[in-house]
């Protein structure tokens, strides 16, 4: 929203010419405003291009590098955590926790991806019964 406070720069009839009132109000607005303003006096084209350059991208990608289950980790998890697989239920994250608390071997892993790896296992007993 525009304000405009009045001071002794106007004239007594209190008319401006076009130029002198433009450079009024950008003084008066904040940066980020006056570039806008700016914009809606150019042609569309050149906005519309100008706000293509400026727009971040909405999507930010993340690199993950995937690690290999070691065997020590997979028989770990088994010992532990097999009843979910037979069950073919998930396990929470307390079970996960108490799998890592229990084999110092998942202590480097999350949780989720100990979760993860008892889910592709129940999949993959799916496709085999199949």
């Not at 291009?49 to 727009?55: F, G, H, L, R, T």
Request: proline share 6%; net charge negative; aromatic share 8%.
């Amino acid at each position: 929203m525009l304000f405009l406070q009045f001071s002794e720069e106007f004239p007594p009839d209190g008319k401006l010419n076009a130029e002198e009132e433009e450079e009024s109000i950008e003084e008066e607005m904040p940066p980020t405003e006056q570039a806008s303003f700016r914009h809606e006096e150019s042609d569309s084209k050149d906005t519309c291009q100008a706000a293509k350059a400026i727009a971040p991208t909405k999507y930010q990608t993340q690199t993950v590098v995937k690690k290999a289950w070691t065997d020590a980790e997979k028989q770990a998890i088994n010992r532990h955590l097999d009843i979910f697989t037979r069950t073919m239920k998930l396990p929470g994250k307390r079970e996960c926790e108490a799998c890592q608390l229990k084999e110092s071997v998942l202590a480097e892993r999350p949780w989720r991806p100990i979760t993860y790896f008892i889910y592709n296992r129940i999949q993959k007993c799916k496709r085999m019964n199949k």
